[in-house]
T-cell receptor, first 111, second 116 residues
Framework: QKEVEQDPGPLSVPEGAIVSLNCTYS??????FMWYRQYSRKGPELLMY????GNKEDGRFTAQVDKSSKYISLFIRDSQPSDSATYLC???????????FGQGTRLTINP | DSGVTQTPKHLITATGQRVTLRCSPR?????VYWYQQSLDQGLQFLIQ???????AKGNILERFSAQQFPDLHSELNLSSLELGDSALYFC???????????????FGPGTRLTVL
């Protein structure tokens, strides 16, 4: 079993829709939870992160962590075609020296 | 632009060969990380260096090795290449080594390796 599991999709939604991206993890020691966005032919870039359980909002993006169920979510409101990318959840271990990534979900927002 | 540079962008080589990938971290960052991204395995951590010393190791094959030089740039050496080594190789950098606190890693644009 992988430490971080993510449905690879692909996921295709119309512009303006609310998008929900999800991951599950198995390591109870994870404390930080990241979401990276990767555009085609580019390196991943950090979108946002949360510490422990709870919600964090940044503009149209909301990250949510439920440590009791080991569930990580990213919500995108009012989705735009420019949000089309692969979204990867990630958790750092070993004192934040190593990032463990989910498989990544390929998202397409259709105009 | 993350500030992390990687060369070359693309590399095409044959099985059995050896290649070197180069990474320059962001100005001031002391840690360099190498990751491999393939379709079947996703993005996987290979190795980390901090200020010239190896700090953490992932699922890095014995045929692969890395080092970080005094000017903090890093090189990933891949030898006896196999078809399955074809992948995107990313370098990332961060200011610190880690140690339990949040430690954002900034990724470079990657090197696409194709082994024929």
């Amino acid at each position: 079993q992988k430490e971080v599991e993510q449905d690879p999709g692909p996921l295709s939604v119309p512009e303006g829709a609310i998008v929900s991206l999800n991951c599950t993890y198995s390591n109870s020691a994870f404390q930080y939870f990241m979401w990276y966005r990767q555009y085609s032919r580019k390196g991943p870039e950090l979108l946002m992160y949360t510490y422990s359980s709870g919600n964090k909002e940044d503009g149209r993006f909301t990250a949510q962590v439920d440590k009791s169920s080991k569930y990580i979510s990213l919500f995108i409101r009012d989705s735009q075609p420019s949000d089309s990318a692969t979204y990867l959840c990630a958790c750092p271990i070993q004192g934040a020296q190593k990032l463990v990534f989910g498989q990544g979900t390929r998202l397409t927002i259709n105009p | 632009d993350s500030g992390v540079t990687q060369t070359p962008k693309h590399l095409i080589t044959a099985t059995g060969q050896r290649v070197t990938l180069r990474c320059s971290p962001r100005s001031g960052d002391l840690s360099v990380y190498w990751y491999q991204q393939s379709l079947d395995q996703g993005l996987q951590f290979l190795i980390q260096y901090y200020n010239g010393e190896e700090r953490a190791k992932g699922n890095i094959l014995e045929r692969f090795s890395a080092q970080q030089f005094p000017d903090l740039h890093s090189e990933l050496n891949l030898s006896s290449l196999e078809l399955g080594d074809s992948a995107l190789y990313f370098c990332a950098s961060s200011p610190r080594s880690g140690g339990g606190s949040y430690n954002e890693q900034f990724f470079g644009p990657g090197t696409r390796l194709t082994v024929l």
